[in-house]
């Protein structure tokens, strides 16, 4: 072998594991990032809570707080109302047997009392407050810790920061939260034949999609893309481009130009320039696919998809999205399976990933419903669908209700 070959035509399994590998040795660095933009970021360093959550122990309810061994007997007379205490004010006096005090939602428990009777199961009379309906002991009252308990691990490393997390976070007090600093991505699309929406269109030419197709993807993993004018099919203009770009960004995302045309000048100028890990995966859609180091066009990690359409739809979901989450260090995923609604007869040995429509069937299981339009170049097909359908290399033929993998996208 010579020095310079590199992997060609190989299975997907063993691209991912370049991938891997690749993108471990690339981690990005970790960064203090304030809670309140940590947003869809990937935590780098657990977070252990500091304090208690509940912090203390309060009412559920807006009402009456109470002991509730004074309830038996205290259905004539009632309880002696002897104070109030409000949600955000300091502890009242307590209350002694016999006495029960008003409180809101979220106030702490008055001491002394145990249990909370809703506003709605009363009546004030006077100075005294009969409670109409029995209540269980402990009843609307949440105690402190009952949710999160001094010392508990709330984040882990390698955890997307969602919504719910940064909330949860932000109830324990933390500000600010260390993080992986986000991959930059510049997205090019190369073609004589592309011109952007908006433009006349002349016969033998298309509209750019792919730019849309990849920024929306990468914008949906929390990314801030930068996206280049469209490249000519010219060696001398994309090499030029594709310097300035590996100077500057941590992944360099092309599509097009990168299989066995005369017009594909990609893997050429990556082979003089860069160092290839792979060139072409057993996958359909998706086979030309190529990732390579930037080596003299600048320390950028360069991948480059195919250009047709479906095949960038599904060389970023196969290749490119595992590729952000080893630069950023993200847990693996969660893996979806679904029921085949329908069978399908896979004629080839590469691993396919079909588009399908997810839906749940009666019972409550998912389903997935293969799209015959199966064609590399049918964006209305992979529109109209929501997943990938992934099929493996050994399978031929599936009946409905085979169980398959699923990339919801
Ligand atoms: N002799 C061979 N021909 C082809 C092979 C092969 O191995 N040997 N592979 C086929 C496969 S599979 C694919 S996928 C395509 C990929 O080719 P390229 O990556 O070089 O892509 P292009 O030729 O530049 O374009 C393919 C197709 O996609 C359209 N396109 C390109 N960019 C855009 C864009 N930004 N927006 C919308 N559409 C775009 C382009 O017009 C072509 O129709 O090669 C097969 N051929
Ligand atoms: O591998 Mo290509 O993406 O099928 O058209």
Redesign the pocket.
Known sequence: MADDAFPLRIPYAQALAIIERVAGARRLPQEHTATARAHGRMLAREVVAEVAMPAFDNAAMDGFALRHADLAGAEGAGLLLVGEQFAGAATAAGAGPGECVRITTGAPLPPGTDTVVMKENTVVDGARVRILEPVASGRHVRRRGEDVRVGDLVASPGEVLTPARVALLSALGVAGVDTVRRPTVAVF???D??VEPGMPLAHGQ??????ELLMGLLRAEGLDPVAWPTLPDDPAAIESALRHAGEAFDLVLT???????EK?HLPALLQRRGHVYFWKVLMR????ALLADGGTLGPALFLCL????V?VLATFLALARPLLDGLQGRAPRKRWRARLAAPWDKRHDRLEFLRGRLASSEDGSLLVEPDPADG??RMRAAADADALIVLDEGARRLEAGDVVQVLPY
Do not use: F, I, K, Q
């Open positions: 699309a190369t073609g034949e592309l298309v509209y750019n999609s792919n730019r599509c097009g130009g990168v299989s066995a045309g594909d859609p998706g086979m030309p195919p250009g047709n359409p095949s590399s170049h």
